[in-house]
C-alpha cells in the first residue's frame, strides 16, 4: 500500500542518492530522478525513459511521488489564483498564485494554522494544528506549476516563490529547510536565492540559523516600532524584542553585500500607522539594509482592527522615502477570493481542538 512507500517529493538530493544506493543502484540516478520530477513535473516512473527498467521497477514497488490533494481552486477577477489543499481529515491550507507584469510569485504554506497569535491575523486566529512536511511544502510549488501549464509550456510561470502563506516559516524549519534547498537546486525548481523569499515573525535564533544553511531572501513582520506596541500585537516579541530581531536581521544581510532585510508593516487604523510611529520606525531602519513594505490590513471576520485610510498609508511611506528608506505600499491582490495577506485561514468545515503546550486553541473554521 502506498503508505509504506517513500516519498520522493521533498527528498533533498543527497538522502535521495542514499534511497537510489540503498535499492542497489548507482546514487547518480537521484539526479536523473530529480530532473523528471521537478523539471519536467513526471510522477510516474514508467515515464522516465532514461532509467533502466529494474531500477523502475524498483522504485515503483518502494517509492511514490504524491503531492497534497487539492480540495478546490478559484480565480479571482484580477488573475489570482488560489488552491485549498487538504492536508488530512479537517485539515487545510492555502497555496496562492499572483501574477504580475514581469514576474510570478506563488504563495506558499508552511504549517496548518500558526501558534504564534498575532492579533491582526486570521491564520493567527484559527490556532495552530501541525507543521507540514518537506513533501507538503515543495508540492505546493509543484502542483501549481503543473495547474498553471508550466512543464506543457516550457515557459516560467512561477519565477518567484515566498514563504507568506499560512504559518510561521521558521518554527517549521525542520521541513523548511529541504524545501528551500529543492527550490535552490539546479536539479530542483533552480530558483535563485534572490527569487526565495520567507517571511517571519522574528524567530531570533532560527533566523541567524537561516543565514548560515540557506541564505535566501528574509521578509520580517515588524509591525510595530517600539516593544510596547510589537508586544501588544505580536507575542513573539515578549521572547525576541526589537532590538535583539533587528541585530539579527543586519547580520543576515551582512553576509554578502548589496542584500538587504525587506520589513512589513501591516497598517492598522489609529494602532500603528501615525506620524510619530513612522519617525519611530526611522530612527530604527535608518542607514541601515533595509526595505519596507507597507500592507494594507485586510480585513477578516471577528476583527478588532479596520485599515488605515490611503492618504494615511501614503504619508507613511513619503516620510520613511523622506528619511531615504525605500518603502513600498504592496497592493492587495485576490481579496474577491480572500486570497490577501493574513486572509488565509483554510476555511473549513470542521471543528479540531489542537493543544499547544498548556495552551488549548479551538481551530474554528467555516465553510
Ligand atoms: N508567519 C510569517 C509568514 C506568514 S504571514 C510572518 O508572520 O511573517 C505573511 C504576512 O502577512 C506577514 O507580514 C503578516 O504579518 C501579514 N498579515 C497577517 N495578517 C494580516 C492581515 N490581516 N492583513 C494584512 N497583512 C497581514
Ligand atoms: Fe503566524 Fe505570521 Fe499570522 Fe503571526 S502573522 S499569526 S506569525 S502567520
Known amino acids: 500500500m502506498s503508505t509504506a512507500k517513500h516519498n520522493l517529493l521533498g527528498m533533498p538530493r543527497d538522502e535521495l542518492e542514499a534511497f537510489v544506493a540503498q535499492l542497489g543502484f548507482k546514487p547518480f540516478h537521484a539526479r536523473q530522478i530529480m530532473k523528471w520530477i521537478y523539471r519536467r513535473g513526471v510522477a510516474d516512473f514508467d515515464a522516465m525513459t532514461d532509467l533502466s527498467l529494474k531500477l523502475r521497477a524498483a522504485l515503483a514497488q518502494t517509492a511514490e511521488i504524491v503531492e497534497p490533494e487539492v480540495s478546490t481552486s478559484q480565480a479571482s477577477r484580477d488573475g489570482t489564483r488560489k488552491w485549498l489543499l487538504r492536508m488530512g481529515e479537517g485539515q487545510r491550507v492555502e497555496t496562492v498564485y499572483i501574477p504580475?507584469?514581469?514576474?510570478?510569485?506563488?504563495?506558499i504554506?508552511?504549517?496548518?494554522?500558526?501558534?504564534?497569535?498575532?492579533?491582526f491575523c486570521a491564520t493567527g486566529a484559527q490556532g495552530f494544528n501541525r507543521n507540514l512536511s518537506a513533501a507538503e511544502i515543495v508540492g505546493q510549488v509543484w502542483l501549481a506549476k503543473k495547474a498553471l501549464g508550466e512543464?506543457?509550456?516550457?515557459?516560467?510561470i512561477v519565477t518567484n516563490v515566498v514563504l507568506m502563506g499560512m504559518?510561521?516559516?521558521?518554527?517549521?524549519?525542520?521541513?523548511v529547510l529541504p524545501a528551500l534547498r529543492i527550490m535552490l537546486d539546479e536539479l530542483g525548481f533552480e530558483l535563485s536565492r534572490r527569487r526565495v523569499t520567507l517571511s517571519t515573525s522574528g524567530l531570533v535564533p532560527q533566523v541567524r540559523r537561516l543565514g548560515e544553511e540557506c541564505n535566501v531572501a528574509l521578509a520580517v513582520s515588524l509591525h510595530a516600532p517600539n516593544d510596547p506596541l510589537r508586544d501588544q500585537l505580536m507575542p513573539i516579541n515578549r521572547k525576541h524584542p526589537i532590538a535583539e530581531l533587528l541585530e539579527a536581521c543586519w547580520h543576515y544581510a551582512g553576509e554578502q553585500t548589496g542584500r538587504h532585510v525587506t520589513f512589513e508593516y501591516v497598517m492598522l487604523d489609529g494602532v500603528n500607522d501615525q506620524p510619530k510611529h513612522a519617525r519611530e520606525l526611522i530612527s530604527l531602519l535608518r542607514n541601515r539594509p533595509?526595505?519596507?513594505n507597507l500592507i494594507p490590513f485586510n480585513p477578516?471576520?471577528?476583527?478588532?482592527?479596520?485599515?488605515?485610510?490611503?492618504?494615511?498609508?501614503?504619508?507613511?511611506r513619503d516620510m520613511l522615502l523622506g528619511a531615504g528608506i525605500r518603502a513600498t505600499i504592496r497592493r492587495t491582490r485576490g481579496d474577491d477570493i480572500d486570497a490577501a495577506c493574513g486572509q488565509l485561514a483554510g476555511?473549513?468545515?470542521?471543528?479540531?481542538t489542537a493543544r499547544l503546550g498548556?495552551?488549548?486553541?479551538?481551530?474554528?473554521?467555516?465553510a
Open 109 to 119: 504554506s508552511s504549517q496548518v494554522g500558526c501558534a504564534l497569535d498575532c492579533s
Open 167 to 175: 504559518g510561521e516559516p521558521l518554527a517549521n524549519y525542520r521541513s
Open 100 to 107: 504580475e507584469t514581469s514576474r510570478g510569485t506563488l504563495c
Open 290 to 292: 533595509a526595505k519596507v
Open 347 to 352: 476555511r473549513v468545515n470542521d471543528r479540531t
Open 358 to 366: 498548556s495552551k488549548t486553541f479551538q481551530v474554528t473554521v467555516q
Open 300 to 316: 477578516f471576520p471577528g476583527t478588532e482592527y479596520s485599515r488605515s485610510p490611503k492618504a494615511v498609508i501614503e504619508n507613511f
Open 151 to 156: 512543464y506543457e509550456t516550457g515557459e516560467r
